[in-house]
């Protein structure tokens, strides 16, 4: 019998052993799995900023020009008159003063466009800010077109065959000699942040998408954001349970899962097509988002709701407190943290959608940064989205760029939620 039990003893000692490694084997696992996707997302917001960061800088060339009234065809010194002048003759001829040995139309054409197809319209509006400067002399700094500042970032190889290159061995000459005079020189790229899109890459920014986001979320919120809550306290605590209820929360929860696109093309039968709101509005996108985002609101603030212990509402209705005196009063402020953060969330999905606001028209090439809800506007994700489909080189680096800019509003939107969570939230 006792060597019966040593025998029965060190089965179990052997199957105690082959759990813990089965545990063992178990966190190796998980631990694998979280370095895997952190080494996945490290890639690719390294692969991200590599390919973006340098959209964030811009190449220039220097040109002294000669603002000749009579050249530029200014008859009055009013901005609307000045914007108007004929600027490319004066660029034009600072070009060919640089360079006096090219004389062929051809060559003449290749070298102007070493410089940016906007950069007239740079040196309207230094004239326009600068009128007493008609008649002068004035060393400008204008914008490189595209290939010059890929070719400056390192973008695009010059030591390929002249076939392979955009630009050829006479424009390579042409480029040394103006960095040679010190005309050549990178900054900081502020148009990409302040302008908007545009057809030459080199002058496309993100002005404008950022603009019809910020109205676009901000109606999102101040429709959602009440709408959602009220419906959530309605069902949690007012609500009868009975099927209708049950029926309405089966359904709350299912559309939370719905494709985004599914929104796009209810917002496009509702807002446009049965009430005939402008397409490519920020007023129809935030309409479209916010249906888009008013489950993700109403599921988080039920949780918060559900999670505020039921001792506090035993003791509001033990001093007298009417059931509406108890939700207002007490179990709505302390689930406030968990509201925020639904809400936050939410909006931080909103924000980086894409196929709702394709449906709707946002798709749409905008110039002009919108001012208000009512203007033709487009998204961020949307702007993304369209220089992901432009052929040009120089687009490649504005996308990435944009992405840049997108993840860090997203990272501090999901910031902003554990903060204001850690800062309301009450531990019982």
Do not use: C
């Not at 179990?12 to 080494?39: D, M, P, T, W």
């Not at 290749?110 to 197809?117: P, Q």
């Not at 028209?361 to 220089?387: E, H, K, N, R, Y």
């Amino acid at each position: 019998m006792k060597s019966k039990g040593w025998q029965l003893s060190s089965i179990a000692k052997s199957r105690l052993k082959k759990r813990y490694r089965k545990e063992i084997r178990l966190k190796v696992y998980g631990q694998l799995a979280i370095f895997i996707a952190l080494g996945v997302l490290v890639i690719l917001l390294v692969s991200v900023i590599i390919r973006g960061h340098s959209a964030f800088t811009k190449t220039e060339i220097a040109l002294d020009l000669t603002l000749d009234s009579n050249l530029i065809q200014i008859t009055d010194n009013n901005n609307m008159q000045i914007k108007k002048g004929k600027y490319g003759k004066i660029i034009r001829q600072a070009l060919f003063d640089i360079f006096p040995e090219v004389q062929k139309r051809s060559d003449r054409r290749k070298l102007i466009k070493l410089l940016s197809k906007n950069s007239r319209y740079e040196v309207a509006r230094f004239v326009a800010k600068n009128p007493q400067l008609i008649n002068t002399t004035q060393r400008i700094w204008l914008s490189a077109s595209s290939d010059v500042d890929m070719l400056i970032k390192g973008k695009a190889p010059r030591d390929v065959p002249q076939s392979e290159r955009r630009l050829n061995d006479m424009q390579l000459s042409w480029i040394d000699k103006i960095n040679e005079m010190e005309n050549l020189r990178t900054r900081f790229n502020f148009d990409f942040i302040t302008g908007s899109d545009s057809r030459e890459p080199e002058m496309a920014g993100i002005g404008g998408a950022l603009a019809g986001s910020f109205w676009t979320l901000i109606i999102t919120l101040v429709l959602a954001f009440p709408i959602g809550v009220a419906a959530a306290i309605y069902m949690q605590e007012f609500a009868p349970k009975n099927r209708l209820t049950d029926f309405i929360e089966v359904n709350i929860n299912n559309l939370a899962a719905v494709p985004s696109i599914v929104f796009g093309l209810l917002g496009l039968a509702i807002f446009i097509q049965l009430f005939d709101l402008p397409r490519s509005t920020a007023i129809v996108g935030g309409f479209t988002l916010m249906l888009m985002t008013l489950p993700t609101i109403i599921i988080a603030t039920r949780a918060a709701l559900s999670a505020v212990p039921p001792s506090i509402r035993e003791a509001a209705y033990g001093v007298g407190a009417s059931q509406l005196q108890v939700v207002s009063h007490h179990v709505l402020p302390m689930a406030i943290p968990g509201i925020l953060t639904g809400t936050i969330i939410g909006m931080a999905r909103a924000l980086g959608e894409t196929a709702p606001l394709l449906m709707i028209g946002m798709v749409a090439f905008i110039v002009d940064i919108p001012s208000s809800p009512a203007d033709p506007a487009t998204a961020l994700p949307v702007q993304i989205f369209l220089w992901a489909d432009s052929p040009e080189r120089g687009f490649v680096e504005k996308m990435s760029a944009a992405i840049i800019v997108l993840l860090i509003f997203l990272v501090l939107m999901n910031a902003l939620a554990v903060y204001l969570r850690r800062k309301f939230e009450i531990r019982w």
